[in-house]
């Protein structure tokens, strides 16, 4: 069974902060996600990447960056988080046209 | 651009009962459509996907059904259980697109009462 983890469920940082959230998947997975979650927004893509050191801008990528150096390892960055920044994070991995498979989120709070 | 919407927002249904998700999205050049459950707190699970050549696919109570030319799909659930209590949401993946990149509608939030 596909696994992706992302490293923690509840993150609390405060505005300015450097803010990194890490997503591993263990299938070899090519393709990586990350989404972010709000109520009334839906889910909206920040960033995808297709293979290492690959990467795409999605629908909102402002204020984010990524970072991929391994096929396993997708990571987010906030470089100064602000809080209009709060919200759940997802992180989604999938092999070709299979269908995504994702972690149990990420619930970031800036103050 | 595309755009998905779901119709209910939210739907609450004693156990037992049949019913239909609806899902519409404006741009009928889709690659396929994938539906998803979520349960509060947690991540989406994959329940079926639908390639853009097929009408429906089936999985247990499942039943989703594609008709690309009227942009919609129906997720029909059968004889509904308190366990199917989720949101689900549905996704469509362009046709252009080469990667995988979904564009999500909101979501109906389901509850069936014992």
């Known amino acids: 069974d596909v696994k992706v983890t992302q490293s923690s469920r509840y993150l609390v940082k405060r505005t300015g902060e450097k803010v990194f959230l890490e997503c591993v998947q263990d299938m070899d997975h090519e393709n990586m996600f990350w989404y972010r979650q709000d109520p009334g927004l839906g889910l909206r893509l920040i960033y995808f990447?297709?293979?290492?050191?690959?990467?795409e801008k999605g629908d909102i990528p402002e204020g984010y960056s990524v970072s991929r150096e391994k096929k396993e390892r997708f990571s987010l960055i906030l470089e100064s988080a602000s809080t209009n920044q709060t919200s759940m994070y997802l992180c989604?991995?999938?092999?070709?046209?299979?269908?995504?498979?994702f972690g149990n989120g990420t619930r970031l709070t800036v103050t | 651009k595309q755009e998905v919407t779901q119709i209910p927002a939210a739907l609450s249904v004693p156990e037992g009962e049949n019913l239909v998700l609806n899902c519409s999205f404006t741009d009928s050049a889709i690659y396929n459509l994938q539906w998803f459950r979520q349960d509060p707190g947690k991540g989406l699970t994959s329940l079926l996907l639908i390639q853009s050549s097929q009408r429906e696919q089936t999985s247990g109570r499942l039943n989703a059904s594609l008709d690309k030319s009227s942009g919609r799909s129906t997720l029909y659930i059968a004889a509904s259980q308190p366990g199917d209590s989720a949101t689900y949401l549905c996704?469509?993946?362009?046709?252009?697109?080469?990667?995988?990149?979904?564009?999500f509608g909101g979501g109906t939030r389901l509850m069936v009462k014992p």
């Open positions: 990447s297709y293979d290492v050191k690959m990467k």
């Open positions: 989604a991995s999938s092999l070709g046209d299979s269908p995504l498979h």
């Open positions: 996704a469509v993946r362009p046709f252009w697109n080469a990667g995988n990149m979904l564009t």
